[in-house]
Each structure stands twice: as C-alpha cells, then as structure tokens.
C-alpha cells in the first residue's frame, strides 16, 4: 500500500514537473522587448532579430513594442507589460531608489553617443553657441515626475559644462521620433532639439533644424570624459531574471547574433533589411553607421573601461546609488559573458 502512495505522488510530482516546464515553454515561445523607435539608432540591433530570423533559429519569437522612452519602456517591463527593455544605463539606479529592482544585461552601443544639439532655422543668428541657450525651451524625451530620461541626464550634463543650470531651460517633452522632434522644431513650441541620430541628420537634411552642436565629435566643446559611458542597455526586472533564466539566456543569444551580423554588415544591407522604403530616410540612416564604426556593440559584453566611465559619469550627476548598490550591481553578465 505505502509503494503504492509513494509511486502515486512520484507520478503526481512528475506530472506537475511536466506541466510546469511546458507552462515555462509556453511563455518562453515568445518573448516581449519594449525598445524606443522606431528606427531608433542604439536599438536596430533589436529590430533586426525578427526580420533576420534569429528569434525563429532559436526557437521562439520576439515580439517587439516601441514606446516614447526607454524609461517608459522599462517601467512598462516592471509592470509586467514585456521581459525586456532598451534603456539609457544611467537611468537605472532611479528604478533601484524605487525599490523597482533592475539590471541590465546586454549593452547595445559602445563609444561616444552620437548626440547633437539642434535649433530652429530661425534661431541662426541669436543661437551661435551652446551657452546661448540659457532661458530656451528645449525639446527632449522625459519620463515620469520621479525619473528623468537618459537623454536629458545627458543633455543636463553638457549644458553644465557651459554653464546652464537644468533650471536655467525650459524643458519640453518631445517624443524621441521624427514626428516629435519635427512638430517641436517646426511648429516654434521649442528653440532646440536634443537628439541623436539619424534623426538629426533628417532634421537638417529638411531643413527644419541647423546643428549647433553634435557630441560625436571629438572637438566638440565642453565634452567631458564620461562621454564614454555606457549608454543604451538591455535591462530587465530582476524577477524575470530569477525565475526565468532561459528566457534571458535567448534573449541575449538572440542580441549577439545580431550584433554580429551587423559588424559583418555593409550600412546599406542593414537598412534593407529594416525594410525601409523611404530613400531619404534611409541615407539618413546609413550615413552614421558608416562613419561611426563603433557605434554598436561588438558583443554585448560590459567593457572595464566603459564600466569605469559609467561610475564617473553618475557621480558627476550627483546620482547616489542605494546602499550597498554599485555600478557593477547593476549589471548582471551572466549570459552574455564577460
């Protein structure tokens, strides 16, 4: 009678096991990312997973949601909308003062952001350089009342090395696309842009705006040694994490391949295979990856030196992380190597 009980609960446990896995399995078949765009520079390498047929190679699928922000992107992931988010690095340590514990997992840009500063037409000559800005509207991406986006941390940042206060502008949000950043600068609601490209390149390409100034540039004044910091990320909830480990594990498989199919990749074929049909639109796009060779990540992996600039970068904007948090606990390189 007890063998019986024992293998009647042996079967039952196994049983269970089975429907837990294929559970596992079931959500696991698909795989959601929210991601700023679209066509949004730092994020392609994530766009292309499907249209490259990584995520089928691998067995599941990605589906991929684009939102204004990468800070809502995240908390849209934390609220258990999607398992993956494209994000500015720096933005993390507010979703851990929150008691919203994050990581990222996965870098997806490398070296200086290719950034640029852009006013009206108009404005070309009261606008000559960047301390002219001081009692201007500028356009940016902002997030919530408590978390500020990475864009404007960054923009914040430079307008200090020339001595402009954050209260020293008028802050606009401006969704990070074209229609946003277009809608601002054209229609006067806002004297400048802060954005990257390709939509810089767009803008002035229609003559909507004129670069006053574009932190790629190694020239480009007051641009300070965190440039270098890490900057769009792959982060994640640390309960998707946790509990699903094999969904971070094809999440960041899928990132590398694509990453290394970029850097194999002329900048016309990446475009193509975005599938975009504008021909302006996708010069505009070309154009930074074939003069920035290193605008993406190689591999995904978290660069020592990177890492260092990040921790620079942070103190220099006051940014005090939680205690016993460092900026190495923020990351979490299980699967991507280090």
Known sequence: MERRVVLGLLAASTLLSTVRARADAAVESIIRVNIPGPHMLPYLPVELIPRLGIDQALGTRLSIRYLPSGVLALEDAVAGNGDFAGIGFSVLPNFITKNKPVAAVATLSSGVPPYSILIRTELAQ??????????????????????????????????????????????????????????????????????????????????????????????????????????????????????????????????????????????????????????????????????????????????????????????????????GVTVQGLIDDRWVGR
Not at 292 to 308: C, H, Y
């Open 126 to 323: 009261r606008v000559r350089r960047i301390a002219d800005l001081k009692g201007r509207s500028i356009g940016v991406p902002m997030g919530s009342i408590t978390s500020k986006t990475y864009l404007q941390t960054v923009l914040e940042m430079w307008l200090s090395t020339h001595g402009i206060r954050a209260t020293d502008v008028r802050w606009v949000h401006t969704n990070q696309n074209l229609d946003g950043m277009l809608g601002g600068l054209s229609s006067g609601v806002v004297d400048a842009v802060f954005c990257e490209e390709p939509l810089a390149g767009t803008l002035v390409r229609k003559k909507i705006g004129l670069r006053l100034a574009n932190m790629a540039d190694p020239n480009a004044p007051g641009r300070a040694p965190w440039a270098r910091h890490l900057r769009a990320v792959l982060a994640a909830p640390r309960e998707i994490l946790e509990h699903h480990p094999r969904r971070a594990q094809l999440m960041v498989a899928m990132l590398q391949r694509s990453l290394r199919w970029v850097q194999a990749s002329k900048p016309e074929d990446i475009v193509v295979k975005l599938g975009i049909q504008d021909p302006d639109l996708a010069r505009d796009l070309s154009d930074p990856i074939r003069r920035i060779p290193n605008l993406f990540s190689r591999d995904g992996r978290f660069r020592p030196d990177e890492v260092a600039a990040s921790q620079a970068f942070l103190a220099a904007t006051g940014t005090v992380l939680p205690p």
